[in-house]
Nanobody, 121 residues
Framework: VQLQASGGGLVQAGGSLRLSCAASGRTFSNYVMGWFRQAPGKEREFVACISWRGGHTYYTDPVKGRFTISRDNSYNTVYLQMNSLKPEDTAVYYC???????????????WGQGTQVTVSS
């Protein structure tokens, strides 16, 4: 499956952004979709994931209550709505696909190219 992330940008602290990740190539609903991020000098970290039909979602603690992952299988797209953004959310955000619920990057064989999110203070 091929993934194309978009929607990043520069936003002030407290603002919002919505990331999108469009999938192509295989049946989208066969995949668990995840979002990861990597800040400069840091390892890639899990942000959120969503089950095949969207019934279950999982978040890392720092984004709980601020970020929402969702998917639209009719449009082969997964979203990450990010509210109340903080400077520490600054990172390159990646979407990824796997066939099982997972919170570690090693379990995701398919990756998008990343989109930069910068939050200014």
């Amino acid at each position: 499956v091929q993934l194309q992330a978009s929607g990043g940008g520069l936003v002030q602290a407290g603002g919002s952004l919505r990331l999108s990740c469009a999938a192509s190539g295989r049946t989208f609903s066969n995949y668990v979709m995840g979002w990861f991020r990597q800040a400069p000098g840091k390892e890639r970290e899990f942000v959120a994931c969503i089950s095949w039909r969207g019934g279950h979602t999982y978040y890392t603690d720092p984004v709980k209550g601020r970020f929402t992952i969702s998917r639209d299988n009719s449009y082969n797209t997964v979203y990450l709505q990010m509210n109340s953004l903080k400077p520490e959310d600054t990172a390159v955000y990646y979407c990824a696909a796997t066939t099982t619920i997972a919170v570690v990057s090693e379990m995701y064989p398919y990756w998008g190219q990343g989109t930069q999110v910068t939050v200014s203070s």
